[in-house]
Nanobody, 124 residues
């Protein structure tokens, strides 16, 4: 099993920046692909960014390309999401998730373990 804990959420003004982190338990963290999902009120959960086990392969949702950056530090068992030029539309609960696939996978069903989420609110 893998336990994931997100941190770093908060309130930021539009145009600002924020970083969220996800700390994972276990010595096998480097095996897992990692994804950041978000879910806004009344909307479905969507994949924002994903990164493969080594960090060499990434995916970004079209609406966040050029603004968000996903990275991982396997020595620290941590994955990060740096969010720049934030917009009110980015307001959501952000979740990290781990997958046993290498891809990184792009579907919600491929992710096996989930954190409890951290709230990111962007004010206009």
């Amino acid at each position: 099993q893998v336990q994931l804990v997100e941190s770093g959420g908060g309130l930021v003004q539009a145009g600002g920046s924020l970083s969220v982190s996800c700390a994972a338990s276990g010595r096998t963290f480097s095996i897992y692909a990692m994804g950041w999902f978000r879910q806004a009120r009344g909307k479905a959960r969507e994949l924002v960014a994903a990164i493969n086990y080594s960090g060499g392969g990434t995916y970004y949702l079209d609406s966040v390309k050029g603004r968000f950056s996903i990275s991982r530090d396997n020595a620290k068992n941590t994955v990060y999401l740096r969010m720049n030029s934030l917009k009110p539309e980015d307001t959501a609960v952000y979740y990290c998730a781990a997958s046993r696939a290498y891809g990184p996978p792009l579907t919600l069903a491929a992710y096996n373990y989930w954190g409890q989420g951290t709230q990111v609110t962007v004010s206009s």
